[in-house]
């Protein structure tokens, strides 16, 4: 009994291995930006990128809560300390999530029913133009390349980017706080749905902005992916890294 109780164990172990590696998804990133970006992954670390470059990273089934950004504008020292303009983590490493403005691509994989749910959120703001779309599986591909950082209203403009109006006013009417069906569209979530239509506007804008892909689904991101509107140059100054991982 001992042995059959050891195989069934075993057997176990091994489908769950199988499913687990089997429905992983494999996400590209990559920069086509003028200048070097950060590009944090949580979870999966990150990458400096210059112009070009691409980096695979391979995230388990099941995962949720995860998300890919960039970083521009920084400065670390050999000991990996420093500073970011926008999407800051404070790290060469992130230990977690980066500081506004930053756009966002957000998953969680192999969900209810077995899909994979994504979407491009700016409620914590802009700060790079993003392609977010399925490599297979036949689902949409969403893409956020307005020139946000140009157009931001006045009371959102910040140094590298345009922050989101919950960290500029801190109030339920733009961070819903106070629960769901407490806050809605406002003038400023306007904004960013008329130049980015399948994004992500403010806390409460699912209907719109969740999009849904077969498990097992492939993915890449692209920073300011061809067709952008805005001019890179001008708004993702040189980034300034030591030669390490990110």
């Known amino acids: 009994m001992g042995s059959l109780a050891n195989l069934s164990m075993l057997f176990l172990i091994f489908l769950t291995h199988f499913f687990f590696t089997s429905n992983a998804a494999t996400f590209t990133i990559r920069n086509e930006c003028s200048s ?16 070009g470059q691409t980096w695979t990273l391979n995230v388990p089934a099941g995962t949720s ?4 950004w960039g970083r521009t504008n920084c400065n670390f020292d050999a000991a990996g300390r420093g500073r970011c303009q926008t999407g800051d983590c404070g790290l060469l490493q992130c230990q977690g999530w980066g500081t506004p403005p930053n756009t966002l691509a957000e ?4 969900q209810y029913n077995n899909l994979d749910f994504i979407d491009i959120s700016l409620v914590d703001g802009f700060n790079i133009p993003m392609d977010f779309s399925p490599t297979s599986g036949g689902c949409k591909a969403i893409r956020c390349t307005a020139d946000i950082n140009g157009q931001c ?61 077969p498990g097992g689904t492939n993915y890449r991101v692209v920073f300011c992916p061809k067709g952008s509107l805005t001019s890179d140059s001008d708004h993702f100054p040189l980034m300034e890294m030591v030669d390490q991982v990110i």
Request: proline residues 12%; contains cysteine.
């Open 107 to 110: 998953y969680a994989l192999n």
């Open 36 to 51: 070097p970006v950060g590009a944090p992954a949580s979870p999966g670390g990150g990458r400096r990128l210059d112009r």
């Open 153 to 213: 209203p006045n009371e959102l403009r910040t140094p590298g980017g345009c922050q989101n109006p919950c960290t500029v006013f801190k109030t339920n009417e733009y961070c819903c706080t106070n629960g769901y069906g407490t806050c809605g569209p406002t003038t400023f979530s306007k904004f960013f749905k008329q130049r980015c239509p399948d994004a992500y506007s403010y806390p409460q804008d699912d209907p719109t902005s969740t999009f849904t892909c």
């Open 65 to 68: 809560m995860a998300r890919i």
